[in-house]
């Protein structure tokens, strides 16, 4: 029993829920049909004053112009006065809706009233206006007392002398003739000759009952319009509801695949002989590319990268299972040929769809620095070795899944120590440009070569990253973007921090309190630190003034701490300047004999051990250097 009782008050709960989020939908659409009525409203006011103005010069002759001035002043009126009312609340008043058509109801009521059957076709237009509401009610109300407020102003018309008479509907008092002349004439001036009853009775059925079947035809069709625009408001509200859901799993999903990847850094904090680092940029909300270390053993660690054909959701699931069988034979002590060899049986068996994955893997001995590895029809790594930086040779293999019974061969490397490896997905070399070109490995390889030898694997990711997405620009990412890179060296001997801020005074603070956390981490004095920050103060603020003259950018501050010594650097993208240039000033000279300007650098280069500037392709490169420790 309380398990039905919960299940039902969950039911109410979802239904309640339902129609809470119809009721605020239908509510915000009934504001602003408030707000567009009130709009017509203003425009009808704004073609009444006109038809005053024009008609006082004679534009207009009528047979009662006098009348027909003020129902046009009355409309106006009227029609400013609803405009205002609804813009005051601003559309969120439920009797606004009734106000507003009441307003254009009396409007042509008057009109009708006045000009007789001759402006019968206005009648619908309040039925037309009320569909913006997607209410049938309404829609069928306003149609019921438009036709009897018409049939009021007929009335009144006919049996009141109100209005202009129609020739068609006139019957004539027996053995009476009626003059008339090229004006219309009203009913009160020929009252005298006409069988008031008898021209009601032949207006009524010849006009009226015509005109009440075609208005409510027409009103038919505008409560379907309306009942077809409520349904369409209901299907959006459940496509949004839809469509979020699956916004929410995708993100879910990506989560999730994300947390399948080794996301927290440093990823082995107590081994100090190697550096690992990895980042993954789905190009959609969940990705076919991977990335993979683990320590196999106490002395050996595994590196994966891996590429699955086709983008979304299909990707990722035969992601998650090619990782996961890669990952459990490693484990198992294979070598990455063999891993190779018995994952890609296994990933054939139903594959259906035609995925395929290509994956390059090594397994390093970390005691010996011997590594070996396999290559699956995957990019080329580019290893750092003795200083020199190439494409590491591979045996080409085939794509996994690509067929069952393929012998993947293996190589072997041996590693020194500062040797260093960088893996990466096609997503790099193959972005794209707004000209169509690619990023390519030419670049590639010119963007690691910039990079100084000091930097950790994180900031080499981080400026490989920069440099692609300055050559993309604001063009969409089409392929998952992923990249590790491994540094075979101690651990603890350097360290290198870097961010990006606006060429902008406003950063200083910025600038200066990530460099002084950095130099508290590593026990730096107060001389040097005070030193460090004078100098650094200075030449971000020449970059700020100098570098950019046609308009903003950017200026990266780094700082690589190795022993004694903090090495900082700011790297800019604009106009080649080398501020070590200038000639020292003459600090002995009177200071009314003294050039200005100068004496900024001059302070830099004495204040620090080294100094020196390079011009980097488009990069303007500043590195100053000091011990932070006397």
């Known amino acids: 029993m309380i398990f039905i009782r919960k299940a039902r008050n969950n039911i109410r709960k979802q239904y309640e829920e339902e129609e809470r989020h119809q009721t605020q939908t239908l509510w915000d659409n009934e504001v602003e049909a408030n707000l567009f009525v009130a709009r017509i409203l203003f425009y009808t006011a704004i073609l009444s004053l006109s038809y005053i103005v024009v008609s006082f010069f004679g534009a207009f002759d009528t047979a009662d112009k006098g009348r027909l001035t003020g129902v046009m002043l009355q409309a106006a009126i009227s029609s400013v006065a609803g405009t205002g009312i609804a813009y005051y609340f601003k559309g969120k008043k439920k009797w606004l809706k009734f106000l507003l058509m009441l307003i254009y109801i009396t409007i042509f009521f008057r009109a009708e009233l006045v000009l007789g059957n001759s402006v019968y076709l206005l009648i619908m237009f309040p039925i037309f206006l009320s569909v913006r509401y997607y209410s049938r009610p309404l829609t069928a109300s306003v149609a019921v007392v438009t036709l009897l407020f018409a049939l009021l102003a007929d009335y009144l018309c006919i049996y009141k002398g109100l209005g202009i008479i129609d020739y068609n509907y006139i019957k004539l008092i027996p053995g009476t003739i009626l003059e008339v002349s090229d004006q219309a004439i009203t009913t009160a001036e020929a009252a005298s000759v006409i069988d008031i009853k008898a021209t009601w009775l032949n207006f009524l059925w010849r006009s009226y009952v015509p005109r009440y079947i075609y208005t409510s035809m027409a009103a038919a069709i505008c409560t379907v319009v309306a009942r077809k625009g409520r349904e369409a408001i209901f299907a959006q509200q459940a496509e949004t509801k839809r469509s979020e859901r699956i916004s929410t799993e995708l993100s879910l999903a990506s989560s999730i695949q994300a947390n399948m990847l080794p996301n927290i850094f440093p990823a082995f904090p107590e081994r100090k002989d190697f550096d690992i680092y990895a980042t993954m940029t789905p190009a959609k909300e969940v990705g076919g590319d991977f990335y993979d270390f683990f320590m196999i053993d106490e002395d050996r660690l595994a590196i994966v990268i891996a590429d699955v054909s086709g983008k979304g959701i299909p990707a990722a699931m035969f992601m998650v299972i090619a990782k996961t069988l890669i990952k459990d034979h490693a484990q198992l002590g294979l070598t990455p040929s063999m891993i190779f060899t018995r994952v890609n049986d296994l990933l054939c068996e139903g594959n259906e769809v035609g995925l395929f994955v290509t994956s390059w893997m090594a397994i390093i001995d970390l005691k010996t620095g011997k590594m070996t590895y396999a290559n699956a029809g995957h990019n080329p790594p580019i290893i750092k070795k003795n200083g020199v930086i190439s494409y590491l040779h591979c045996i080409p293999g085939f794509v996994l899944a690509g067929f069952e019974g393929y012998q993947y061969k293996e190589s072997e ?154 090495y900082i650097y700011l790297v800019d993208y604009g106009i080649p300047f080398n501020p070590l240039e200038n000639e020292d000033p003459d600090v002995d000279a009177k200071l009314e004999d003294r050039k200005i300007g100068g004496l900024g650098i001059y302070m830099v280069k004495k204040s620090m051990d080294e100094c020196r500037y390079e011009r980097k392709g488009n990069q303007n490169r500043f590195i100053m250097s000091r011990r932070i420790k006397e």
């Open 413 to 566: 490397l041996q590693l020194n120590m500062g040797d260093k490896i960088f893996l990466y997905t096609d997503g790099v070399t193959e972005a794209t440009n707004a000209q169509g070109e690619l990023f390519g490995e030419d670049r590639l390889m010119k963007s690691l070569e910039s990079i100084d030898p000091r930097t950790n694997c994180a900031t080499i990711l981080h400026m490989i990253r920069q440099d692609v997405d300055r050559f993309v620009g604001d063009e969409e990412q089409f392929d998952d973007l992923t990249m590790l890179a491994f540094d075979y060296s101690p651990k603890g001997e350097s360290s290198t921090l870097e961010r990006t801020y606006d060429a902008n005074d406003a950063k200083l603070h910025e600038v200066l309190a990530f460099v002084e956390q950095g130099l508290e981490e590593h026990d730096a004095d107060m001389k040097a630190t005070m030193a460090i920050t004078v100098a650094l103060e200075e030449m971000f603020v020449n970059v700020c003034h100098y570098a950019y003259p046609e308009g903003p950018g950017k200026v990266t501050v780094g700082m690589t701490f190795h022993h004694n010594k903090i």
